[in-house]
């Protein structure tokens, strides 16, 4: 198993900035791939940005230029961020971490529980 817990989310003006953390403990060997997610009200969950356990990563087109994904491994954590710059409302939304996992050759998905980024205008 894989614990999940996020941290970092508020409400910000127009260009203004956050940082969401997410530390995973547990079977942290078993973590390939993490995730943030987003979900705003009444849309679909959304892919923000990801990070591979070899540190590439990849991005929404919507945040390119704007976020930034990174990570890093602590003897029993492994913590993963999401820089936000210049934000814009339609930002807003509740942000997720994700840590795809394999163990015994089968695949596991963990959820944080989210975090609410409010940007108003």
């Known amino acids: 198993q894989v614990q999940l817990v996020e941290s970092g989310g508020g409400y910000v003006q127009a260009g203004g900035s956050l940082r969401l953390s997410c530390t995973a403990s547990?079977?942290?060997?078993?973590?390939?791939?993490m995730i943030w997610y987003r979900q705003a009200v009444g849309k679909e969950r959304e892919l923000v940005a990801s990070?591979?356990?070899?540190?590439?990563?990849?991005?929404a087109d919507s945040v390119k230029g704007r976020f930034t994904i990174s990570r890093d491994n602590a003897k029993n954590t492994v913590n993963l961020y999401l820089q936000m710059n210049s934000l814009k409302p339609e930002d807003t939304a509740v942000y997720y971490c994700?840590?795809?996992?394999?163990?015994?050759?089968?695949?596991?998905?963990?959820w944080g529980q989210g975090t609410q980024v409010t940007v108003s205008s």
């Open positions: 994700n840590a795809a996992a394999t163990l015994f050759g089968r695949r596991y998905d963990y």
């Open positions: 547990g079977k942290i060997f078993s973590i390939n791939t």
């Open positions: 990070i591979g356990s070899g540190g590439s990563s990849d991005y």
